[in-house]
């Protein structure tokens, strides 16, 4: 069985551009989350998605944004890149929307360098 | 590899012996805890979970201990080989409707030495 994808595993972008991560749940599981991982302020959490509803958000300006396809598929997208958005962006899924406490499962993540 | 997390607290372990990690969690209302082991240039990988009706698990050479009153976590490797170097971290989750939000601890380095 398959686990997390994530595409790009490494990609270099310019401020101000933007960018759009794609993952690839395993198969089966119905709830996406994204998390930002950076030296400085550890693993946080981006925003969840089960059946292509977006149930939590953490922290972040709204130019992150994401959204899940009916395959479970989910893409996030960051706009007008800063330096700081440097950072491992990681994809995690589970089977349910967290009321069982199923395995959340990550995957290798998509390193983006903003210069 | 890439690093995430240059200035981590560090745990030095000889190879053969026991490794005890500890985290604090920080949410009370907090009650599924999971650990996740990371390694150099990887995605965190799913070690142990535990319940909060619960107050130990084991797995295999892993351990995990709970203890609510003081809002502590621990995850006890037993006979630590060199495979265990990694980033190790624990994570809290609020179980229900509300979705998975994992908060995450700052991480602990364990190094495995021959």
């Known amino acids: 069985k398959a686990g997390v994808t994530q595409t790009p595993r490494y990609l270099i972008k310019t401020r101000g551009q933007q960018v759009t991560l794609s993952c690839s749940p395993i198969s089966g599981h119905r709830s996406v989350s994204w998390y930002q991982q950076t030296p400085g302020q550890g693993l946080q959490f981006l925003f969840e998605?089960?059946?292509?509803?977006?149930?939590n958000k953490g922290n972040f300006p709204g130019r992150f944004s994401g959204r899940q396809f009916s395959n479970s598929r989910s893409e996030m997208n960051v706009s007008t890149l800063e330096l700081g958005d440097s950072a491992l962006y990681l994809c995690?899924?589970?089977?349910?929307?967290?009321?069982?406490?199923?395995?959340?499962?990550f995957g290798e993540g998509s390193w983006l360098t903003v210069v | 590899g890439e690093s995430v997390g240059l200035h981590l607290p560090t745990l030095s372990v000889q190879e053969g012996d026991n490794s005890i990690i500890n985290c604090a969690y920080s949410?009370?209302?907090?009650?599924?805890f999971i650990w996740y082991k990371q390694e150099s240039g990887k995605g965190p990988q799913f070690i142990i979970d535990i319940r909060s009706n619960m107050d130990k698990r084991q797995g295999q050479r892993v351990t995990v201990l709970l203890n609510k009153t003081v809002k502590h976590l621990s995850l006890q490797i037993a006979a630590t080989q060199p495979g265990d170097s990694a980033v190790y971290f624990c994570a809290e989750n609020i179980l229900g409707a509300a979705g998975n939000k994992l908060t995450f601890g700052g991480g602990t380095r364990v190094l495995v030495k021959p």
């Open positions: 949410n009370s209302a907090s009650d599924y």
């Open positions: 995690a899924s589970s089977l349910d929307g967290g009321t069982s406490g199923n395995t959340i499962y």
């Open positions: 998605y089960f059946s292509e509803t977006q149930r």
